[in-house]
């Protein structure tokens, strides 16, 4: 599968950022899951260069399956690192955890958790 998962904040005082996050993830070619919801980062330790950083969002998700549309509530934790090529664009490797928070569907488990690592691109404005 693929997924893009924007994420826009807005520094609101230093080192602390608020905003929304939005997914899409699609799976043989079409969509098959969207989420949306608020998001907030710290940068708890800066040089020119890197920054390491927490952050987190709860996702509201929408999934397509076997059955209809399921709605489920998630919390996803983040740390990572950013490398910084110019004040404007950094890359770097993030370590995530998730969780469900229940779901719409009598078949779901609550508190289904999972970590994954990837690695995020990074556009200032």
Not at 9 to 31: C, L
Not at 97 to 114: E, P
């Amino acid at each position: 599968f693929l997924s893009a998962v924007p994420d826009l904040e807005y520094f609101v005082m230093d080192r602390f950022a608020v905003g929304a996050i939005i997914s899409t993830q699609w799976t043989r070619g079409s969509a098959t899951a969207w989420a949306a919801g608020p998001s907030a980062s710290y940068y708890f330790w800066q040089t020119d260069k890197l920054a390491a950083f927490g952050s987190g969002n709860l996702l509201f998700n929408l999934r397509h399956s076997d059955s209809p549309y399921e709605l489920s509530p998630s919390l996803n934790l983040t740390a990572g690192i950013n490398y910084n090529f110019a004040t404007w664009f950094g890359v770097g490797p993030k370590l995530n955890w998730s969780t469900n928070l229940g779901s719409s569907s009598a078949t779901a488990t609550f508190g289904t958790s999972a970590f994954t690592a990837n690695v995020g691109v990074y556009f200032y404005l």
